[in-house]
């Protein structure tokens, strides 16, 4: 017994099969308990020899139930240690690429056309004040024109901005802050740290508070741009918007005037480009405003740079302003009809354009 018993352990490959062969010769009804549990039946004369000899052979077989069994956990446990060994020089998972969001690839064509016409490229405060955003652009504070750019206003607007409506009432005890309706501030910034002559384009975020539908966010982005001079025209104007058109749309795309009325601008116009679109149409496609410099802001601007103890340099020259939003351009290229998938973080939006935009 103690030799099949020994031969059965050493066939045992897992600890399982141990367990078996444990259970079959020393479990509670094991081959050799009982062995040991008949001896009662024996004479006593017997019993001591026949029970000395079943504890050795219970002995040798438990002797190398251990062993066996060390020898299997070992191996069980190198097995497991191998299978979770780090292969250092495996590759490592792969990180996705990144690419530049829509409204900043049209942004680098934008920049990329006004730099190359030797325009000065800055950004400029989100965080406006009244006087920036709306005053010194010739929109005083009982203009309607303000209810063309819902502002959020980050400050009380003082009672006496909901004043009697003329002019001439008295003006607002101080200057609350908000969001920049559009980045036509940065023109009065601009000019009252530079001097002219001045070429200088801005970009960057605007708010309005507003509904948003497909073509309307509440969050958006405007490219703008200012030259000032002597003797600028609408001739200028006109052929700078063009040259954009041309480096957005190629060679053979025109542009369209039509009035409008911005109040830092006289006269005033929008301005759109006639370009394929993906069904094979022609259509124009409305960009921006633009116009020529109101007299008014430039007094504005010299008002505020006297008050700084600067020069007042910009009676008497005359320049452009325009400004537009990126966002309707990487709509029509990019072909996404919502303008608010742009900011949805939606990485399926996103995501397409890794690899374009890489
Ligand atoms: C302005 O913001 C003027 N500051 C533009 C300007 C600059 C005129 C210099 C003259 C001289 P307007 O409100 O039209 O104008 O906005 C300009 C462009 O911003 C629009 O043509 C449109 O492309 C974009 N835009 C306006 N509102 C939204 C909106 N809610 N969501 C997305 N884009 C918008």
Redesign the pocket.
């Given at each position: 017994m103690q030799h099949e018993a020994i031969q059965e352990i050493t066939a045992a490959g897992t600890l399982e099969a141990l367990q078996a062969v444990k259970t079959k010769y020393v479990g509670k009804s094991g081959l050799v308990t009982r062995e040991l549990g008949a001896l009662g039946k024996l004479p006593p004369e017997e019993r001591k020899a026949r029970g000395a000899e079943i504890n050795a052979v219970r002995q040798a077989i438990q002797a190398a139930l251990d062993e066996r069994e060390a020898v299997l956990k070992r191996e069980a446990l190198d097995a497991k240690l191998a299978g979770e060994a780090i292969d250092v020089t495996l590759p490592g998972l792969p990180l996705p690429a990144g690419g530049l969001h829509p409204i900043n690839r049209v942004y680098e064509d934008l920049v990329n056309i006004y730099e190359r016409l030797g325009y000065t490229v800055v950004e400029g405060p989100e965080v406006e004040d009244e006087h920036h955003n709306f005053e010194a652009l010739n929109v005083p504070w009982y203009h309607p024109a303000r209810d063309?750019?819902d502002t959020f206003w980050l400050e009380e607007v003082p009672a006496s901005f909901n004043g009697p409506l003329e002019p001439g009432a008295a003006p607002a005890p101080s200057v609350p802050r908000l969001l920049r309706?559009?980045?036509?501030p940065m023109?009065v910034r601009y000019m009252v740290d530079h001097e002219p002559d001045l070429k200088v384009v801005v970009r960057g975020k605007?708010y309005?508070y507003?509904a948003?539908d497909a073509?309307?966010?509440?969050m958006?982005h405007?490219l703008?741009?200012l030259v000032v001079g002597d003797g600028i025209s609408m001739a200028d104007l006109k052929g700078t918007i063009a040259e954009m058109a041309r480096g957005l749309y190629g060679a053979g795309a025109k542009v369209r005037f039509q009035p409008s009325y911005?109040p830092?601008?006289e006269p005033?116009a929008?301005f759109a480009v006639y370009w394929d679109n993906p069904r094979g149409e022609s259509k124009w496609l409305?960009?921006?405003?633009?116009?020529m410099v109101h007299p008014n802001v430039f007094k504005a601007v010299d008002d505020l740079r006297e008050a700084q103890g600067k020069p007042r340099v910009y009676e008497g020259k005359t320049g452009f302003?325009?400004?537009?939003?990126p966002?309707?351009i990487a709509m029509l290229k990019y072909k996404i009809p919502d303008?608010r998938y742009f900011y949805a973080n939606d990485p399926r939006v996103i995501g397409q354009f890794r690899g374009e935009l890489g």
């Open positions: 063309l750019q309706t559009h980045t036509s023109q605007v309005r507003e948003t073509t309307h966010e509440s958006f405007q703008e741009g911005y830092f601008v005033g929008d409305e960009l921006g405003g633009c116009g302003a325009f400004g537009l939003g966002e309707r303008i």
